[in-house]
């Protein structure tokens, strides 16, 4: 009994896994490791408000660095865990070290995908990001009148580009897809932000085909487009997508699928290890599903937790979102995979607007543009089980409210 | 700095001095008021941080905008009429004393 809960990885889903096992009531040794430098902290704002310099680090702390004592919560933080021993019940610390656990949560996340080095991924003004480290490095090198290049037009890219054109930055944005946006969103939502982005200068490149990234003297100094095209470079922000971080689990010999594999209540193919979070891939409406998202960190951990104490649960979201560009707030409900039909409703305040997505006539999502009201009804209708017609969300007159009943 | 007081529910009272320009929520989450969670870190997509407003203080608070009042549409808590997002109240001189009653969820 005297073996701890260790978890890996103290991120939004590491922090929220410790605080829901002493929520209930789990008083015994927890130790949370996490190979960063500071504290667990909020990822959103460091494409958003942290790039503008509006918020200090103390700031995008997710508890206070005095709460994991409180809480008699061992943290320790620039550890990294290099190996499972299953069977042991044991860890390898980078050191060397082993360390006993009773039971053990990965919420490692996720890693950015990179460009190969091969097309000049490696070079210097090449950047990602997915962790403070990696925005301090970036700020200090953000000046009005560069030139940047943003590799994919997905969110994180497309606030990327935001807030550097906000600063004064000549912003191109290359999409490889025919649309920006188009794994997540409907070609309605993507024609609201290329515009959206139009008017405040970037330039938008869509079908764009990336050959490689050209540097001179050891730095990016171009991206060369598969067209031909070549778009002068100070800096390059890749945002492609992320990868799971389920190295340890598949070393470990633990089921992986598209990240660490849990069942409903979040435990792995192991039974005394459970993960969350990016890094995890769990079962929801017939399909092994893997979030990324700060609710599915959150509430995916609060069930791992409650797993891990034998008070198991299906974790069945509706998942939510939200992208800051400009000064438009998009804020999503629901998933909107496998949609056959979309309607867009034009909200009450100039610019503001919705889309709608169904599955055989039944609502699964909602993408709001500055429109909390569509995204309130719209997430309350999902959390209820409930449909509100095309017809009726198409017509911008119709009550929602009456529509919930 | 202003000094506020979240009342929970059983009438334990929690005071925080707060950092002007700092918002309410992220003061609660320091002080860890329960229930005052803020998922979304203050960007009016949770609306996990709603608070009552003292009534009294309600005139200084201010009532919400637009996004805020079809945020409340979907509060755990019932809305009443000086319900507020905590995240969207920032600190200012003026709010010292204010008195933030905390929904039971
Ligand atoms: C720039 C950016 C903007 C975003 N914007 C939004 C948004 O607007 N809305 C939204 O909902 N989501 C957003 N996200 C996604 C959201 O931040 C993530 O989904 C969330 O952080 C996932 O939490 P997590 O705990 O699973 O992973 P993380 O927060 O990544 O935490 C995992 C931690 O584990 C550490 N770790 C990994 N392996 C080891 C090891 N072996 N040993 C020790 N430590 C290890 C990692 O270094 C990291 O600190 C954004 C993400 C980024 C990067
Ligand atoms: S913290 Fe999410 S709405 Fe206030």
């Keep these: ?405 | 700095m202003p000094k506020v007081t979240w009342i929970l529910k059983d009438g334990k009272e929690i005071t925080a001095d707060v950092p002007v320009g700092h918002n309410l929520m992220e003061a609660a989450v320091a002080k860890n008021v329960p229930n005052v969670i803020g998922e979304c870190g203050g960007c009016l997509s949770c609306a996990t941080c709603h608070v009552y407003v003292d009534p009294a203080w309600y005139a200084k608070t201010g009532a919400p905008d637009d996004m805020e009042s079809d945020m409340l549409e979907i509060t755990v808590a019932e809305r009443k009429p000086t319900s507020r997002l905590s995240c969207q109240i920032k600190a200012v001189p003026e709010l010292d004393g204010l008195i933030l009653r905390v929904p039971y969820i």
């Design chain 1, 1 to 405: 009994m005297s073996d701890p809960i260790v978890i890996v990885g103290a991120g939004q889903a590491g922090v929220a896994l410790a605080a829901k096992l002493r929520a209930l009531g789990h008083a015994g040794r927890l130790i949370l490791i996490g190979d960063e430098k500071v504290p667990p902290y909020q990822r959103p704002p460091l494409s958003k408000k942290y790039v503008s310099g509006e918020l200090d680090v103390e700031r995008l702390l997710i508890r206070p660095r005095d709460w994991y004592a409180e809480q008699n919560v061992e943290l320790r933080l620039e550890e990294r865990v290099v190996a499972l021993w299953p069977r042991e019940h044991e860890l390898t610390l980078s050191d060397g070290a082993r360390l006993r656990y009773r039971r053990l949560a990965l919420t490692s996340g996720a890693r950015p995908r990179t460009l190969p080095a091969e097309i000049g991924g490696a070079l210097p003004g090449v950047v990602t990001i997915r962790g403070l480290a990696d925005a301090d490095a970036i700020i200090p090198q953000l000046k009005p009148g560069m030139r940047l290049v943003v590799v994919g037009g997905g969110y994180i890219g497309l606030e990327a580009a935001a807030v550097t054109a906000a600063k004064g930055m000549q912003v191109t944005v290359i999409e490889a897809a025919e649309r920006i946006l188009q794994r997540v969103a409907a070609a309605e939502t993507s024609a609201y932000f290329r515009e959206l982005h139009r008017c405040h200068g970037v330039t938008i490149r869509e079908a764009a085909g990336l050959e490689r990234t050209e540097g001179v003297d050891g730095r990016v100094a171009s991206v060369l487009l598969k067209d031909g095209t070549v778009l002068p470079a100070d800096l390059v922000i890749v945002g492609i997508g992320v990868l799971p971080n389920d190295d340890l689990a598949r070393a470990a010999g633990l089921a992986v699928e598209n990240g660490i594999s849990v069942d409903e209540s979040g435990r792995t193919s192991d039974p005394d290890i459970f993960a969350a979070g990016d890094c995890a891939s769990f079962p929801w409406q017939g399909v092994r599903t893997r979030l990324e998202s700060v609710q599915n960190a959150i509430e995916q951990a609060e069930h791992a937790a409650a797993a891990m104490l034998g008070a198991a649960a299906p974790y069945n979201p509706v998942p939510w979102f939200w992208s800051d560009q400009y000064d438009v707030k998009l804020q999503i409900a629901g998933l909107n995979r496998g949609y056959d039909q979309v309607v867009v409703r034009p909200g009450k305040r100039p610019g503001s607007q919705s889309v709608w997505y169904y599955r055989q006539g039944v609502l699964i999502a909602v993408d709001a543009m500055n429109d909390a009201l569509a995204y309130a009804f719209g997430k309350k209708a999902l959390e209820g089980g409930k449909t509100i017609a095309p017809a009726i969300a198409a017509d911008p007159t119709a009550d929602l409210k009456a529509a919930l009943g």
